[in-house]
């Protein structure tokens, strides 16, 4: 499969940076979300002292996501899917309406704090050789977030996000893959960083082309920052700047589906950079740790110890094993762009 390119950028970069934010069925979020941009970045995009967009493209919300926006926030330029792009997809679309001269990716579950985007630009200003720059990532009590990390290997597949992870959480291949050797309080250079929050210099972009659409969900970041890296731009964790991060907010609400698209993304990272013996391998063995995942949830509900939680997951990791973890249990992208409707009635 060959790569998806940058050809349709815009030509002109007339602003400084353009947000985009993909949503599904997070109204209150997205509204605090944008709310903490226009405060971060000292008011709406007429009255802020750095010239910014914000694309907002809503995946088919069924919350009224899109009319709040379009009430609350007329400064947003907003895209409205009439099906569940997904989050890849949907970026890609705001990727070739962005403007700006930096790209943020950013989640609709977080909150900026204080003048994080305004640091984060000045970091990148002073450093142009970087590509893109993630915050520091926090729960909203404030606790730390992991989400730096160098690239895994090919064992790091069979451990992270597996039993295995929970029956050895100190293994030395986590504890390298978290990067839990390097102080978290000063800049460093990363080899990939979670997408909750990224930002990517144009250049950097237009060097390492669009997300790579065969990942519905999940990896893509991974994918993008190991393509970006291939094209010699380094990423950099930053931690100077700040953002809430409430996690999952989207994807939880479907507990099956968020495993499916996690773990059939994984794999396919690994077919696309490992080849495609060493994916299937992967598979089949995410495959038996579902398989055996389902027996001790079957057995804890024999045994009367929270019955409907076990049960219910037992009918989450049925439904894993019903789709093989193949690619085709992954929403097929759409030749073209997806059918979506910009909004330009304000």
Not at 56 to 77: C, H, I, K, L, Y
Not at 134 to 148: K, T, V
Not at 283 to 294: H, K, N, Y
Request: proline fraction near 7%.
């Amino acid at each position: 499969m060959n790569e998806p390119t940058a050809s349709a950028h815009a030509s002109s970069t007339s602003i400084d940076l353009s947000i985009i934010i993909v949503s599904w069925n997070v109204r209150e979020l997205l509204r605090r979300c944008l709310q903490s941009i226009a405060a971060g970045m000292g008011g709406p995009p007429a009255d802020s002292p750095r010239s910014y967009e914000v694309i907002v493209v809503d995946n088919a919300s069924q919350d009224t996501s899109a009319e709040m926006v379009r009430m609350e926030f007329p400064w947003v330029r907003l895209v409205v899917n009439t099906e569940n792009a997904g989050f890849t997809r949907a970026n890609n679309q705001g990727l070739r309406l962005a403007r700006g001269r930096y790209i943020l990716l950013l989640n609709p579950d977080t909150e900026i704090v204080g003048d994080a985007l305004p640091a984060m630009l000045t970091y990148m200003d002073a450093h142009p050789n970087v590509g893109g720059l993630g915050p520091q990532l926090r729960f909203p009590d404030g606790r730390p977030q992991s989400s730096r990390r160098r690239f895994p290997t090919y064992a790091t597949a069979f451990i992270e996000s597996t039993p295995l992870q929970r029956w050895f959480p100190r293994a030395r291949l986590l504890q390298r893959y978290y990067m839990a050797d390097v102080p978290d309080d000063q800049p460093h250079p990363v080899d990939w960083l979670v997408g909750a929050c990224l930002l990517l210099r144009r250049e950097a972009v237009e060097s390492a082309g669009l997300l790579d659409e065969r990942f519905f969900m999940y990896s893509e970041e991974l994918d993008y920052a190991w393509r970006m890296r291939r094209a010699g731009w380094p990423l950099v964790y930053f931690p100077d700047a700040v953002v809430i991060h409430h996690e999952a907010q989207s994807s939880g609400q479907i507990a099956a589906e968020r495993l499916i698209l996690f773990h059939t993304s994984k794999v396919e990272f690994f077919r696309k950079w490992f080849g495609r013996r060493r994916g299937e391998l992967l598979r089949w063995f995410l495959l038996v740790c579902f398989a055996w995942e389902w027996c001790v949830e079957g057995l804890k509900a024999l045994l009367g110890h929270k019955r409907p939680m076990r049960l219910a997951r037992m009918r989450a990791y049925a439904r894993v094993l019903r789709s093989g973890l193949r690619p085709a249990s992954l929403p097929a992208p759409a030749a073209g762009q997806p059918d979506a409707r910009l909004d330009e009635t304000r």
